[in-house]
């Protein structure tokens, strides 16, 4: 198939991606600038289909959010409350368990497991938290803490990072999400989220994790004050991790969603924004594996279509969602296996359901089989 691409800029990528050569700072700049989606789009979806064919990959999945209560206070959160909020809420032990198993079949994989930094809540409550999964629901991956809260633990234990995630690896934690890398800027980062780890500290986190093993995926939280230099500059620091350590598994691009946060002021992302994130990440991350299009975020109908602009993953059946639905996410909190179908054969994709770690899954009934 054959492309018209009027921009001489465009044309010299183009030749780039399709000899398989990494694409320079400058290249993701120029990728960012432009406002040919087609032409994005079509240099994306060679890539995706070079590494993945006509699959996409989905996941029954379930959140839990064990408190929002946080010290940080980050502008561009509507989830986190002060501790004295009435509004504020942090499960006992006992109701995280009971929540786990809420509609529960054998059929969920994982449980995505993030909250808010909590002043009280100890390194040991989380490992028992843990534990307490792990014996009810054995065969469910847990997902769990984003390196910021992992940073949290560490300094309110007197721990390091690494002693932090040995000691919720040995209680059941199997991998970390992505969340809480925002932009690694520092410019940016003391205005969105001034008191959060910083991006060097994200990424150390991050370089730890993988040394010990465990997989995580990675973010970048978009649309807000950041310019297109500082979404490069990201995008590059998560290429330069991954060539070191191969253990990213999957990125996400987050539009910011402004309602009830003090950003409310900023408008919200645009269609065209969103895949365009898509499109440029695929393009620019050549070493990590999957780009999800978080269908909470993009909507279920902007996520399809990224399916043909360099997404590969779709994320899953999610059930009560928290974060974006606090800022005034319009979308459904969750979504039934057969529509994650639906959508992605409509979309002209071969659905293949997996688990976290991207082994396919088989299910007869309601009993499924991971297939290594
Ligand atoms: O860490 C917070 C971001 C993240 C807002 O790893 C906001 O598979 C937009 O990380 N507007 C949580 N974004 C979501 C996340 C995630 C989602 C799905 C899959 C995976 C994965 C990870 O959402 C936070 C923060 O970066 N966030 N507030 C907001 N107002």
Known sequence: ???????????????????????????????YRTSDLLALGYMANLVRERMHGNTTWFNVNRHINPTDVCVASCRLCAFGK???DPKAYTMSLEQVWHTAGVGWTEAVTEFHIVGGLHPELTLDWYCTMLRGLKER????????FTMVEVGYLAQRSKLSAREVLIRLRDAGMDSLPGGGAEVFCDRVRRIICDHKITGEEWIETARTAHEL???????????????????????????????????FMTFIPLAFHPDNTPLQHISK?????????ISVARLMLDNIPHI????????????????RFGADDIDGTVVEEKIYHDAGATTSRSLRRSELLRLIRKAGRE?????????PVTRSEATFTVLV
Request: charged share 30%; net charge neutral.
């Open 269 to 277: 992302t645009t269609g065209f924004l969103d895949i365009k994130n």
């Open 213 to 247: 093993g465990l997989h995580s995926n990675c973010t970048m939280l978009y649309g807000h004050i950041e310019n297109e230099e500082d979404r490069v500059d990201h995008l590059v620091k998560l290429r330069e991790l991954q060539d070191r350590t191969h253990g």
């Open 82 to 84: 002060r501790a004295k």
């Open 1 to 31: 198939m054959q492309i018209f691409i009027e921009d001489e800029r465009l044309k010299l990528i183009l030749e780039r991606v399709e000899a398989g050569v990494r694409l320079s700072p400058d290249d993701g700049l120029a990728l």
């Open 137 to 144: 629901f054995p065969q469910v991956h847990l997902k769990a």
């Open 351 to 359: 659905p293949i359901e997996r688990d976290t770690l991207y082994r």
């Open 292 to 307: 999800k299009a978080y269908w909470i975020m993009m909507t279920p109908k902007v996520a399809q279509v990224a399916l």
